[in-house]
């Protein structure tokens, strides 16, 4: 149980086009979800934290215009990079909070790699 | 920020020998939780451990274990006897819990030699 799924998983794309990552808890559902960037080579970023039903909390630095977060249900939360340029290109991983037994815990998607030509 | 620290950038040891991997951390919360994860080449995230602030007992899973010390403000996680299918990047993080996202250290690229 307590998957996390993501699509899709690589995607490339133009320059200045918007892409919409989606992350879908598959068995669970996750009232909170969140969204975290990796660059090559480098740590996880938390990006912003995504309620259902209310406007994503985002960390100091991200741009909220940028980076457009909907979680409408509470087994689906996308994120769509928008007028994406080669700077955003970068590895989103989202988790979803879910029941771990008595214990809340986060479970990570696989993660999708975005590539801005 | 609370942040969590690994100063080891890489390490690198022949297949069998045992290594540890550091992980301090910042904290002003009374409750808090710390994890590690596994980061393989294909970039998926391993759940390998969580322990919530209270619980200083140390754990062992298999080859794994993790010595929890709330004095230090340390978390290290030990492989004994290496294998080459443990390399990859780990990383430690900590969260304040419930609608808390995590705080990851910056990692460590493990390499474990044939």
């Known amino acids: 149980g307590a998957v996390v799924s993501q699509h899709p998983s690589r995607v490339i794309c133009k320059s200045g086009t918007s892409v919409k990552i989606e992350c879908r808890s598959l068995?669970?559902?996750?009232?909170?979800m969140f969204w975290y960037r990796q660059f090559p080579k480098k740590s996880l970023m938390l990006m912003a934290t995504?309620?259902?039903?209310?406007?994503?909390?985002?960390e100091q630095g991200v741009e909220k215009d940028k980076f457009l977060i909907n979680h409408a249900s509470l087994t689906l939360s996308t994120l769509t990079v928008t007028s994406a340029h080669p700077e955003d290109s970068s590895f989103y991983i989202c988790?979803?909070?879910?029941?771990?037994?008595?214990?809340?815990?986060?479970?990570f998607g696989p993660g999708t790699r975005l590539t801005v030509l | 920020a609370q942040k969590v620290t690994q100063a080891q950038t890489e390490i690198s040891v022949v297949e069998k020998e045992d290594v540890t991997l550091d992980c301090v951390y910042e904290?002003?919360?009374?409750?808090?939780?710390l994890f590690w994860y596994k980061q393989p080449p294909s970039g998926e995230l391993v759940f390998l451990i969580r322990?919530?602030?209270?619980?200083?007992q140390n754990e062992i899973s298999g080859r794994y274990s993790w010595n929890f010390q709330k004095s230090t403000s340390s978390f290290n996680f030990t492989i004994t006897a290496s294998q080459v299918v443990d390399s990859a990047v780990y990383f430690c993080?900590?969260?304040?819990?419930?609608?808390?996202?995590?705080?990851f250290g910056k990692g460590t690229h493990l390499i474990i030699q044939p």
């Open positions: 988790s979803a909070n879910g029941l771990a037994g008595a214990h809340n815990e986060q479970f």
């Open positions: 068995d669970f559902q996750a009232t909170t």
């Open positions: 995504s309620n259902e039903g209310s406007k994503a909390t985002y």
């Open positions: 904290t002003r919360d009374t409750t808090y939780y």
């Open positions: 322990r919530n602030s209270f619980d200083e």
């Open positions: 993080a900590r969260s304040g819990g419930g609608a808390d996202g995590l705080t």
